[in-house]
Structures are given as structure tokens and as C-alpha cells.
């Protein structure tokens, strides 16, 4: 907690209030670590609490967004969100873009074992707004943003709501040549650690005992892509998840499974593709279904990572390495092509001069 020395240059200006209707533990958090979260927003207010009042010292401007900022948080409480540093850095970002946090961060998906599925983000918020409102969604962005965790919630919540009658959950299993074929086992047994993550986040998200009599009677059904050719799939809700490792041909082929009463959902990370050669089906399918209606593209980006505040530096850290590698690589490509340029124009003097 700051020691109450008002920070000097502009004038300060002092705000006192009560919380009222929430435990203060839940508001600032265990040996008031929401608190110092709070400070580090705002580093040039001075937060005080006693007991439930909390006065705030400091420039004007950040004083009114520190207030705010704390009712928020006072309102996602009362909604019965448990608050974290997450919760608190994104109110603020939420805050500065002209949202309410408390609308965002409170829309809870579905209840598993006690626990809330939601969106923390506002690029979270669009993504299930968009599946709610499509009838094919791409999720693309970077790893931690919950682009498969928050499809797989919303799967859940269609089978629980009986808007649709199953859960198809797909994916790429790139490496089903020579690798695969060097573990033991059946067919099955080979594919299965490439889809275990989709069956770790069912458990999560229904009740364990459950889901293997789920997964025997077809309500939910957990295969490689390979599996969907062929087939049209009525009245389900499906997720193809690591979409970056398909082929142009196979994303072609998922799309048109399409059947009446079914939700789409494709996820995946363009900077982590793994195919060995050949163009990504993901990259290609932003560019041919871009301006179809009732297909929705949301790009999530490190703003929207929710796992430790690490990945998201992270992956801007790669974002950037990437962008200067592309650049230094259109250099020599001009490069070349300008000394390319200049022999055939040498060539051509000669050849002139030979006449």
C-alpha cells in the first residue's frame, strides 16, 4: 500500500468514498494484492483503505480514472466475479477504450465445478458475440487468448441448452506419416495425444463421470479432421481447433460438411504453423470468405492473452522478430531484383553496342 506521500508537479486533488455491499478481502484481494495492482495503473495515485474507505490522492485526471476504475470493480464483485490481477489490468484497458468492464467481464458462459467460463477480454467479448451471431466463426490469434477453451464453453452450452444434438471437436493431426507411425498402438492410440487437449478442457467443463457416456453414444464426438470427409453434419455445434496446420484442400473440405442447424467454430495461431511445406488453410480461407455474410473473423491479439502476463510479452516479442525478419527479407528481395535490373540493362547496352 502507498505511505500517503502525495506525488508533486500538478495539483493534486483528493477523493474520499465508502464501499459499501462487498467484503473488502474480494475487492483488494489476499495481503491486498488487488490493491497494489490497482497502484501500478495508476502510479502516480496515492490509494489509501481504511476499513471500508478508500481515499485516492493525486492529478485530477487520474484521480476520476482511478475512481472509476474502482467502482468497476465494486460492480463485477457485486455480479460475482472473482477478481485477479487479470481482471483488474483489463478493466482499466477495457476503460480507456470507452467500455464497461463490468458488462464484459461478467457475462459468464457456462458454471463448471464452481467456477465461471467467461470472457476477460474485450477481444474475448467480440469472439462469443460473433459465435452467437454466426453460423461460422474463425478465431485467430496468438496462444493464451482462449480461442479453443472459449469455443469448447460455448459447445457445452449449446448441448446443455439442446440447441444443437452433438459436439463434433476436430482437429489436424499433421504428423499421422512417419512420427506417428513410430509410437505403439492402434490407429487411435497414435492420434489420441494429439487430441487430448480437447478432451482435458470437456473434463473441465462437464462433469468427468459424464463425459466418457457422451462420448460413447456420439453426443460428443472427438476425431482428426480426416474423419469429417464425407460426412454432413446437421444439427451440431463443431470446433476445428489448430487450423493454421491444415491444408487449403482440407479447410475447403471441412467448411462444406456444413448442414442444416449447425455452428461452426474454426481456431487457430498463423504465426505456429507446422505443415512441412504448402500454403496454410487458415491464411488462404481469410482472403476467399472474407466478405461472405453470416462468416465472421474476430483476430485476437496479445492484448487478449489470459494466462500469465509473461505470454503476452512473449508473443509481441515474436511478433516483432517476425516483422523485422519479413522486412529484412523484402529488402534482399529488392535487393536482388534491382541488381537483377541493372545486369539486363548492362546486357542489353551490350548487345546495342554490338550492332
Same mark, same amino acid.
Given at each position: 500500500?502507498? *505511505?500517503?506521500?502525495?506525488?508533486?508537479?500538478?495539483?493534486?486533488?483528493?477523493?474520499?468514498?465508502?464501499?459499501?455491499?462487498?467484503?473488502?478481502?474480494?475487492? =483488494?484481494?489476499?495481503?491486498?494484492?488487488?490493491?497494489?495492482?490497482?497502484?501500478?495503473?495508476?502510479?502516480?495515485?496515492?490509494?489509501?483503505?481504511? !476499513?471500508?474507505?478508500?481515499?485516492? &490522492?493525486?492529478?485530477?485526471?487520474?484521480? &476520476?480514472?482511478?475512481? +472509476?476504475?474502482?467502482?468497476?470493480?465494486?460492480?463485477?464483485? $457485486? @455480479? !460475482?466475479?472473482?477478481?485477479?490481477?487479470?481482471? %483488474?489490468?483489463?478493466?482499466?484497458?477495457?476503460?480507456?477504450?470507452?467500455?464497461?468492464?463490468? *458488462?464484459?467481464?461478467?457475462?459468464?458462459?457456462?458454471?463448471?465445478?464452481?467456477?465461471?467460463?467467461?470472457?476477460?477480454?474485450?477481444?474475448?467479448?467480440?469472439?462469443?458475440?460473433?459465435?452467437?451471431?454466426?453460423?461460422?466463426?474463425?478465431?485467430?490469434?496468438?496462444?493464451?487468448?482462449?480461442?479453443?477453451?472459449?469455443?469448447?464453453?460455448?459447445?457445452?452450452?449449446?448441448?446443455?441448452? @439442446?440447441?444443437? #444434438?452433438?459436439?463434433?471437436?476436430?482437429?489436424?493431426?499433421?504428423?499421422?506419416?512417419? /512420427?506417428?507411425?513410430?509410437?505403439?498402438?492402434?490407429?487411435?492410440?497414435?492420434?489420441?495425444?494429439?487430441? /487430448?487437449?480437447?478432451? #482435458?478442457?470437456?473434463?473441465?467443463?462437464?462433469?468427468?463421470? =459424464?463425459?466418457?457416456?457422451? =462420448?460413447?453414444?456420439?453426443?460428443?464426438?472427438?476425431?482428426?479432421?480426416?474423419?469429417?470427409?464425407?460426412?454432413?453434419?446437421?444439427?451440431?455445434?463443431?470446433?476445428?481447433?489448430?487450423?493454421?496446420?491444415?491444408?487449403?484442400?482440407?479447410? $475447403?473440405?471441412?467448411?462444406? /460438411?456444413?448442414?442444416?442447424?449447425? $455452428?461452426? %467454430?474454426?481456431?487457430?495461431?498463423?504465426?505456429?504453423?507446422?505443415?512441412?511445406?504448402?500454403?496454410?488453410?487458415?491464411?488462404? %480461407?481469410?482472403?476467399?470468405?472474407?466478405?461472405?455474410?453470416?462468416? &465472421?473473423?474476430?483476430?485476437?491479439?496479445? #492484448?487478449?492473452?489470459? +494466462?500469465?502476463?509473461?505470454?503476452?510479452?512473449?508473443? #509481441?516479442?515474436?511478433? $516483432?522478430?517476425?516483422?523485422?525478419?519479413?522486412?529484412?527479407?523484402?529488402?534482399?528481395?529488392?535487393?536482388?531484383?534491382?541488381?537483377?535490373?541493372?545486369? /539486363?540493362?548492362?546486357?542489353? !547496352?551490350?548487345?546495342?553496342?554490338?550492332?
Amino acid at each position: 500500500m502507498s *505511505d500517503g506521500t502525495p506525488t508533486p508537479g500538478a495539483p493534486n486533488e483528493r477523493v474520499e468514498f465508502e464501499i459499501d455491499g462487498v467484503a473488502m478481502v474480494r475487492l =483488494l484481494g489476499p495481503q491486498d494484492r488487488l490493491l497494489t495492482t490497482l497502484e501500478h495503473q495508476y502510479p502516480d495515485v496515492v490509494v489509501l483503505v481504511r !476499513g471500508n474507505q478508500v481515499t485516492l &490522492e493525486g492529478p485530477a485526471a487520474q484521480v &476520476e480514472a482511478a475512481g +472509476r476504475l474502482v467502482a468497476e470493480l465494486v460492480e463485477l464483485v $457485486k @455480479k !460475482g466475479v472473482d477478481l485477479g490481477p487479470g481482471e %483488474v489490468t483489463t478493466s482499466r484497458r477495457i476503460l480507456d477504450s470507452g467500455g464497461a468492464p463490468a *458488462d464484459v467481464l461478467s457475462q459468464a458462459i457456462l458454471t463448471a465445478r464452481g467456477k465461471a467460463i467467461r470472457p476477460k477480454t474485450l477481444g474475448q467479448k467480440a469472439y462469443v458475440d460473433a459465435i452467437d451471431d454466426h453460423t461460422i466463426t474463425f478465431g485467430i490469434g496468438p496462444a493464451g487468448t482462449g480461442k479453443t477453451y472459449l469455443a469448447m464453453a460455448k459447445a457445452v452450452q449449446a448441448l446443455q441448452r @439442446k440447441e444443437v #444434438d452433438r459436439i463434433i471437436l476436430s482437429r489436424p493431426a499433421i504428423e499421422a506419416g512417419e /512420427r506417428l507411425g513410430f509410437l505403439p498402438g492402434t490407429l487411435t492410440d497414435k492420434i489420441d495425444p494429439y487430441l /487430448r487437449p480437447l478432451y #482435458d478442457a470437456l473434463n473441465e467443463m462437464m462433469d468427468p463421470e =459424464l463425459v466418457p457416456k457422451l =462420448l460413447a453414444a456420439g453426443t460428443v464426438e472427438v476425431a482428426p479432421l480426416a474423419y469429417m470427409r464425407g460426412r454432413t453434419l446437421n444439427n451440431s455445434f463443431v470446433v476445428l481447433d489448430e487450423a493454421q496446420n491444415t491444408t487449403p484442400e482440407q479447410m $475447403k473440405m471441412f467448411l462444406t /460438411r456444413l448442414g442444416f442447424g449447425t $455452428k461452426m %467454430v474454426v481456431t487457430g495461431d498463423i504465426t505456429q504453423i507446422d505443415l512441412p511445406a504448402g500454403a496454410s488453410g487458415l491464411q488462404l %480461407v481469410t482472403r476467399v470468405l472474407d466478405d461472405i455474410d453470416d462468416i &465472421e473473423f474476430i483476430r485476437l491479439t496479445s #492484448d487478449d492473452v489470459v +494466462r500469465h502476463s509473461l505470454v503476452g510479452r512473449i508473443v #509481441d516479442a515474436y511478433t $516483432k522478430y517476425d516483422a523485422e525478419k519479413q522486412a529484412r527479407a523484402h529488402e534482399r528481395r529488392e535487393a536482388a531484383e534491382f541488381a537483377n535490373r541493372a545486369d /539486363r540493362r548492362k546486357g542489353m !547496352g551490350k548487345g546495342m553496342g554490338k550492332r
